[in-house]
């Protein structure tokens, strides 16, 4: 299946921003988020793990595979001058890419991306180099998802008690529900679209030198750093080093919220977003 480019908000003529979603989230369900976006051309060029392949191949083993497959998107679409979005996975995908071929690109947002501790960096190395991949704890936990439901009211009501979910609204919900799953193709009832085999593969490929990067945007394009209050996948002390490495980004941070809040606070997101990039 070819990468497509999904229209998500906004008017054709107007300048370019591309969202690049989190591991396991449809770009749809940041669609209360980019409507607000007002006066720019919302995209998407999907992941992998959205293009119908169930399983990742073999040779995919480093986030900067999908860089490259964003980067062949925008060239296919001849997109120029493009405001880089990201959340989570999606923004340290932007970044490589922007890194890699930063004339493709006018800025880079990164929604609470995972700029893991050189710590914990080193934990899921080890882990690949004695076979133990499978033990990860969020490779364990994707592992874990229910994949399949009798219908989309019935993962609405069982997400909805969900912790994660918490401080979703019910429109923010549903769009997930909506967008992010399919009847299967046998058998009854609906499956999760974004499958369990590609997100427990994000979780254990995650990026590696992200330390010996960040240093990389100093003066490239103007960047922002944007990490929920109470984060635990860019933790206040990450946020911080980052800060350091890169001193002519800007570093921005949403009270209250934790790694989803683009999703659980569309609003202020926004707000965010068009306040940094009006200022340019």
């Known amino acids: 299946m070819p990468q497509p480019l999904i229209e ?3 008017d054709l003529g107007a300048p370019t921003l591309h969202l690049a979603p989190a591991n396991g989230f449809p770009p749809q369900t940041y669609l209360p988020m980019l409507r607000l976006l007002r006066g720019y051309r919302c995209v998407c060029l999907p992941p992998r793990a959205l293009w119908g392949d169930q399983k990742p191949p073999s ?9 490259d497959d964003l980067l062949s998107g925008l060239n296919r679409h001849d997109l120029r001058k493009v405001i880089a979005v990201g959340h989570s996975l999606g923004g340290v995908v932007s970044m490589l890419a922007l ?5 493709r690109f006018k800025a880079l ?12 960096l080193e934990m899921i190395r080890s882990a690949w180099e004695e076979n133990l991949v499978e033990h990860i ?4 936990m994707a ?32 769009f997930y529900v909506e967008h992010g799953m399919r009847r299967r193709a046998e058998g009854d009832g609906f499956e999760l679209i974004w499958s369990i085999d590609w997100e427990a593969h ?32 860019f933790s206040r002390e990450a946020y911080h080093l980052a800060q350091a490495l890169a001193p002519k980004a800007d570093f921005q941070l949403m009270p209250g919220r934790g790694h989803l809040f683009p999703l659980a606070a569309p609003a202020k997101t926004a707000r965010l977003v068009t306040d940094w990039l009006g200022a340019l």
Do not use: C, H
Not at 59 to 67: C, F, I, K, P, T
Not at 151 to 167: I, N, P, T, Y
Not at 206 to 230: C, H, T
């Open 8 to 10: 998500l908000a906004g």
């Open 59 to 67: 040779e995919y083993r480093d986030w900067r595979s999908e860089a």
């Open 99 to 103: 890194l890699k071929a930063p004339e």
């Open 109 to 120: 947002v990164m929604l609470d991306p995972p700029i893991l501790l050189p710590d914990l």
């Open 137 to 140: 704890p969020m490779v364990q």
């Open 143 to 174: 592992r874990r998802r229910r994949q399949i439901f009798e219908s989309e009211a019935a993962a609405f009501a069982r997400f909805r008690g969900k912790r994660v979910f918490a401080d979703w609204s019910d429109e923010s919900l549903w």
């Open 202 to 233: 994000y979780f254990a490929t995650v990026y590696q030198d992200i330390w010996a990067d960040l240093p990389k945007l100093n003066g490239l394009a103007p960047s922002l750093f944007i990490r929920g209050e109470d984060s635990d996948t």
